[in-house]
């Protein structure tokens, strides 16, 4: 390696006055075309002639000397070779070409590819917040389930306290029914328009609103800039210092001239760059520096301006992740609705939420306890028992208010026993309310608060029931509305596949963009093999006065490749058409939704009366007492009907006519006496953006990647998840190939020793928590320390000696 210093010669640097030791007393020049840009001198420079020192004396260190002053990203343009130098106004025919082949001087192009490269960035960025507002309401709607759950159980717990039965018995029927009424009013409130649990439900979807606005926003003004970057940003442009240098006299080939004399043979190096890469700017004096400490080679790569979107989405919501994950999991009714989402995601998108190698990479670390399910109905222990089945003998009637399609149901026991009678579930010696609740909550389904109406002791007729029910005071039934509601609701789901869509759109490019980059890298290996190869004889062969022009020649062939009609330009070009035209589908989704969306939030705020797959929607669970049928005036029953909101539908993949499970329960299909009737089962599936954009971009993802591969650039592949992984710790540090998580620590009987670091005991093994890899000694580091320490195992799997001398176009944009 040469140890070069490149520095700026200034002012201070008086002309004529010799260096100890130095041959030559040149100094810093500025270009030929009046652009004033620099040229740059080293420690070579004044020293001696080109062929006379050891690190400048053949054309591959000489080519090794401009890959590192023009530093990662650039072609480093040779001009020159230890037998043939030339002048300045000759070397600028080459870097400050007049046309577009080899390297045009265009500042404020330069500048304009820049600021449209950052387009990407905010757009990922701003995709990431629609994200995280979407798994925002996910969460919301399972607090809002489980709230449902809460309610129920409190619900059901008022309703059949002694203080409840003591207050009923004490009040006349009509006045029971109000007393009833403002129970259940009570019982509901945190589900109607100013309860806890809809403005929870509404905050996230405003949320969920601004993300949609914002990003809206974004791809209006980003996406043509998009667009511009890949169009006119293809072709190589001459890359620029931070001092504005452009051009690194290298040394003398012959004559004690310097460079501005028409005499001069100098050898020179500028860089060019193709921007669409990333790279707007040599390294420069930077280049230097880095390459004195080349031992850390890693602190070269950026992890500024690389963005996943999935990622960078988990990270804006990880906080309020925790608080709801905590919440949930402060009820058991909570744990459980997040044990079956995640056990559902982990179904639904087993590449993308694994569960071995990488710790569930998203989701918590959950102890598997199986879930509870809805007690079936308990084989009942043949007591003895009085029998209805004679004397009752209803026909189940329709609702008497409103929507008279509304069917009420029966079930297995509502002509066959007294409430009181009912064989209760398992564990239980005796029917009570509260058991009666259970079976209203079974008929609800898990997305339905049930309204138990009356109980072992206190019954209602039909009549009463619909108040209830139907009337609209605490749940309506309008089943036009609801559906309404449901199509408005759909709008979230629409939302969620054109993101995927558009989210995989952005994978495919980033791996398109690394293929790009190992071809451009690969060309620009080439091009230092061919002018190794062929620039002496091609110089040589050439008549004096055209050797700047077959240098030229030579240097526009070899980058013919890397250039806009090469055929990686060609694929990059596709991603970034699917990226436009997957965004402009988002965009047209968002403008339909997020006015759907609001509508949902200003009118569907209200319970409406659940229905089930057949259109029941009160279940006559018992005759309380007497033979009187429901729909009799002295009828007096036991009942149940569903409190339904249809913001549960919200991004749901089909909403069914259908919003309680209704007859269709497993505690009521397990009756095969036919005194039940039986409807198909919903189906809710899960529907997760991440996941589902990583299912559509694996296939062109794996593609690309495997062609990088091929071109012997697996370097870029590895570079890419080190980026990652210093940004996000969490989510991609244990992708890290040689980032174990098991400390070798056990913690059958005792814990994890303090000693471990950050450590959580699983199936009595210390692992590492997220974002951590265990040592050789069994102690958690973070991962950029893990990266960092390129001294132990991660030196051997990214080859980081490559990194500076490899001429590439390596950086994010
Ligand atoms: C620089 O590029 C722009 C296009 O971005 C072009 O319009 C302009 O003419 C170019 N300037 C020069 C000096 O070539
Ligand atoms: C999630 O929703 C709550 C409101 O319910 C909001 O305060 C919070 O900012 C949201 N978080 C994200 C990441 O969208
Ligand atoms: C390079 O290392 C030297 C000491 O070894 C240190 O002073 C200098 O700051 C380092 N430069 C960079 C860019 O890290
Ligand atoms: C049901 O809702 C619609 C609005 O979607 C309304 O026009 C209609 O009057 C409502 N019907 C009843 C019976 O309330
Ligand atoms: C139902 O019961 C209420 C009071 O409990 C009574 O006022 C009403 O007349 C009854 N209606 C019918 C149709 O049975």
Not at 208 to 237: H, I, K, W, Y
Not at 450 to 478: H, K, R, S, W
Not at 502 to 528: G, H, I, P, Q, R
């Amino acid at each position: 390696m040469p140890k070069i210093r490149f520095a700026i010669r200034a002012t201070s640097v008086i002309c004529g006055l010799l260096v100890a030791g130095q041959k030559f007393s040149c100094t810093q020049t500025t270009d030929t075309k009046g652009y004033g840009l620099n040229v740059f001198q080293t420690t070579t420079t004044n020293n001696d002639f080109c062929g006379n020192m050891a690190i400048t004396d053949s054309v591959g260190e000489l080519v090794d000397i401009c890959s590192a002053f023009c530093g990662n990203g650039n072609i480093p343009l040779l001009v020159g070779i230890p037998s043939y130098g030339f002048n300045h106004a000759d070397i600028d025919t080459v870097c400050l070409a007049d046309d577009n082949s080899l390297a045009q001087y265009n500042a404020s192009h330069m500048n304009d590819c820049r600021s449209w490269s950052q387009a990407l960035l905010l757009i990922k960025t701003r995709a990431a917040e629609l994200v995280a507002a979407l798994e925002n309401i996910t969460m919301a709607q399972l607090t809002f389930k489980a709230g449902i759950a809460l309610k129920s159980k409190e619900l059901a717990a008022t309703m059949s306290s002694q203080e409840t039965r003591d207050q009923l018995l004490s009040v006349t029927q009509s006045r029971s029914v109000a007393e009833y009424r403002s129970i259940l009013e009570a019982g509901v409130a945190d589900f109607l328009s100013t309860g806890k649990y809809r403005r929870d439900l509404q905050d996230t979807m405003e949320v969920l609103r601004n993300a949609g606005r914002m990003l809206d926003t974004t791809l209006n003004s980003n996406l043509p800039q998009l667009s511009r970057f890949v169009a006119e940003c293809g072709d190589l442009l001459v890359s620029t210092g931070s001092s504005n240098e452009y051009l690194l006299d290298i040394c003398i080939q012959r004559a004690a001239v310097c460079l501005d004399n028409p005499e001069a043979q100098h050898v020179g190096c500028c860089c060019s760059t193709i921007p669409l890469g990333g790279t707007f700017s040599i390294t420069g004096e930077e280049g230097a520096s880095e390459q004195q400490n080349s031992t850390d080679g890693s602190r070269r790569l950026q992890t500024a301006g690389a963005v996943d979107v999935c990622a960078e989405a988990e990270v804006l919501f990880s906080a309020d992740l925790s608080q709801r994950s905590s919440e949930l999991q402060s009820t058991t009714e909570g744990t459980a609705l997040l044990q079956a989402h995640q056990a559902a995601l982990r179904t639904a998108y087993p590449n993308f939420y694994t569960e071995s190698g990488c710790r569930s990479r998203r989701l918590g670390d959950l102890d598997d306890m199986s879930l509870r399910h809805d007690g079936q109905a308990g084989k009942a222990a043949q007591e003895d028992q009085r029998r209805l089945q004679s004397q009752l003998s209803c026909t189940p009637q329709r609702a008497t208010l409103g929507d008279t399609s509304y069917k009420a149901a029966f079930w297995a026991q509502t002509e066959q026993n007294y409430c009181v009678d009912i064989p209760p579930d398992a564990g239980a010696t005796a029917m009570t309310d509260l058991g009666l609740s259970e079976i209203c909550k079974s008929f609800c389904g898990e997305n339905a608060i049930p309204l138990t109406i009356g109980g072992v002791y206190f019954g209602f007729n039909q009549t009463t029931m619909d108040g209830i029910c139907l009337a609209g005071d605490i749940i309506e039934a309008n089943s036009s509305f609801v559906s309404q509601c449901h199509t408005h609701a759909r709008a979230m789901q629409n939302v969620q596949i054109k993101l995927a869509a558009f989210v995989s759109s952005l994978s495919v490019l980033e791996a398109e963009k690394t293929l790009y980059e190992a071809n451009a890298k690969k060309a620009a290996a080439d091009l230092k093999a061919a002018i190794e190869a062929r620039a002496s004889s091609v110089m040589q062969a050439a008549l004096v006065n055209e050797k700047i022009i077959k240098l030229k020649e030579l240097l526009i062939e070899e980058t013919t490749s890397m250039k806009t009609s090469g055929s990686a330009y060609s694929a990059i070009q596709r991603a970034v058409k699917d990226v436009e035209a997957k965004g402009s589908d988002l965009q047209s989704t968002l403008s339909a939704s997020l006015a759907a969306l609001d509508t949902l939030v200003t009118d569907c705020n209200k319970l409406f009366t659940g229905v089930g797959a057949s259109n029941e929607y009160l279940l006559d669970l018992c005759s309380q007492t007497s033979t009187a049928c429901l729909d009799d005036d002295l009828g007096r029953h036991a009942g149940c009907c569903c409190g339904y909101s249809p913001l549960i539908a919200l991004g749901s993949n089909t909403v069914p006519v259908a919003t309680i499970d209704g007859l269709s329960n497993s505690r009521f299909t397990t009756d095969s006496s036919g005194r039940t009737r039986t409807a198909q089962r919903r189906l809710s599936t899960t529907y997760d953006v991440c996941g589902e954009a990583g299912k559509l971009a694996k296939p062109k993802v794996d593609e690309a990647l495997a062609q990088v591969k091929a071109l012997g650039f697996q370097s870029l592949i590895d570079e890419r998840l080190m980026t990652m992984a210093r940004r996000y710790p969490a989510q991609f540090g244990c992708n890290l190939p040689s980032c174990s998580s098991d400390t070798g620590g056990t913690c059958q009987i005792f814990s994890c020793s303090s000693g471990r670091g950050p450590t959580s005991c699983t199936n009595g093994k210390c692992l590492c928590s997220e974002g951590y890899c265990a040592n050789s000694n069994g102690v958690c580091i973070s991962v950029s320390d893990y990266i960092g320490d390129g001294a132990t195992s991660f030196a051997q799997f990214v080859h980081l000696h490559i990194l500076f001398i490899l001429l590439a176009v390596g950086q994010h944009f």
